[in-house]
């Protein structure tokens, strides 16, 4: 009986392991299933290709009727396939830096320089770029922006300090314009712990949000969007901020926190007066995010990582000054099918300078693409729901 109880144990115990190995492998087929299953957004990209002028840190923009301007009169009129020549029109300075946002619709076309000038206690004047929908001609303009905690002068400021325009201008159903604005109130004193957070900026910045009733004579200030926090995990603060409407109605806000921190998010629920508190969006180290609503309703957002993995390091003078152009960063894509709560970002452009791009869908998921002198375009596999 022993003998006969200790075969039918062994059998039972070799039973089992056959199983349990079994179910192993079921299980992780199972797993290696699920993920051949998620689907990447990218279907492919283009050549990429140089204008070969070497411009660094410029922008893009596109007029109604679908023509990309570039800096170095350049201009693109088959939705960036290619890049030619232009002098009908001079937009040198409206490309010439980051610090911009455009406006293109079916009666106007405005732009706005990025830096303001203090006026008097919460009055700071600017400059904008005004037109026809045709671009026919630019007529300079002088808009006022009233944020009453704005923060005044200060001697002995050598770095970034102020208050800047930055890259995005949206109309809203009701026909008011609201804008994108990052820099100092007074309160605003914070300086930033990160060394190189330290060389770029003065104190700490937050995020806020301007509107205009009068097509962009005037902009009056309507709520902060962010503001950093002694302790947070913020490097420069909230800064290079862009927005985008989404099919919801929200609002939403991506938000650079410094070139060694993440990308941060925020949403508005009521056209920009109020915003959830900046949510990590899983996009680390990023600088100068670009955000668009899809005409399928989902999210692109263009971003680069300048100081990239297997690059930066701890040292003493810092990544800043051991950058050297083009580097080693790379410029990305990452979309969105739940208004930015969750990304499928990839990589497009390696050793790309700057990484400040600008993106346009040109087409029905096709994503143009220009940071520097580089520009792609990128085909988007279509949306599940589609």
């Known amino acids: 009986m022993k003998v006969q109880s200790a075969k039918i144990m062994s059998y039972c115990a070799g039973l089992l392991f056959v199983v349990s190995i079994i179910l192993f492998f079921l299980s992780n ?5 699920s993920k051949q ?3 990447s957004s990218i279907a492919g990209i283009s050549e990429i290709k140089s204008m070969n002028n070497e411009t ?9 009727d679908g023509t990309i ?3 170095d009169h350049k201009m693109s009129r088959d939705r960036g396939k290619t890049v030619s020549e232009q002098n009908r029109i001079d937009v040198e300075e409206l490309n010439r830096v980051a610090e911009r946002a455009v406006l293109a619709t079916g009666t106007v076309f405005y732009a706005l320089n990025g830096r303001t000038e203090y006026e008097g206690p919460g ?3 600017g400059k904008a770029w005004r037109s026809d929908e045709k671009l026919t001609a630019l007529k300079e303009e002088e808009p006022i922006f009233n944020i009453p905690e704005g923060i005044k002068p200060r001697k002995g400021v050598d770095r970034w300090f102020g208050i800047f325009v930055y890259r995005t201008i949206l109309t809203l159903p009701d026909g008011s314009w609201l804008m994108t604005m990052y820099g100092n109130f007074e309160p605003d004193t914070i300086v930033p712990n990160d060394k190189d957070a330290f060389l770029e900026t003065q104190f700490m910045s937050r995020t806020i949000i301007m509107n205009s009733s009068d097509e962009g004579h005037s902009w009056k200030y309507l709520s902060t969007v962010a503001a950093p926090l002694t302790g947070e995990p913020v490097g420069e603060g909230f800064v290079e901020p862009a927005i985008t409407l989404l099919k919801d109605g929200r609002l939403l806000c991506i938000m650079r926190a410094g070139h060694h921190f993440p990308l941060y998010a925020s949403w508005s629920s009521d056209n920009g007066k109020t915003w959830t508190p900046p949510v990590y ?3 680390d180290r990023g600088c100068d995010p670009c ?9 692109a957002l263009s971003w680069g990582r300048r100081y990239c993995e297997g690059w930066s390091i701890i040292s003493t003078v810092g990544d800043q000054e051991r950058f050297k152009y083009p580097g080693e960063g790379y410029t990305n894509l990452a979309i969105s099918s739940d208004g930015g709560s969750t990304w499928d970002n990839n990589k497009i452009i390696l050793q790309s300078g700057s990484c400040y791009s600008t993106i346009f869908e040109v087409e029905p998921n096709v994503i143009f693409m220009q940071v520097d002198q580089w520009f792609c375009r990128i085909k988007l596999n279509k949306a599940l729901n589609n």
């Open 123 to 125: 009055i700071y004047k």
């Open 37 to 39: 299953h998620v689907k």
């Open 29 to 33: 087929r199972k797993y290696s299933d």
């Open 291 to 299: 955000l668009i609503t899809l005409s399928d309703g989902r999210v």
């Open 56 to 64: 660094k840190w410029t922008r893009c923009f596109r007029t109604v």
């Open 69 to 71: 301007y570039f800096k």
């Open 281 to 283: 969006t899983g996009l």
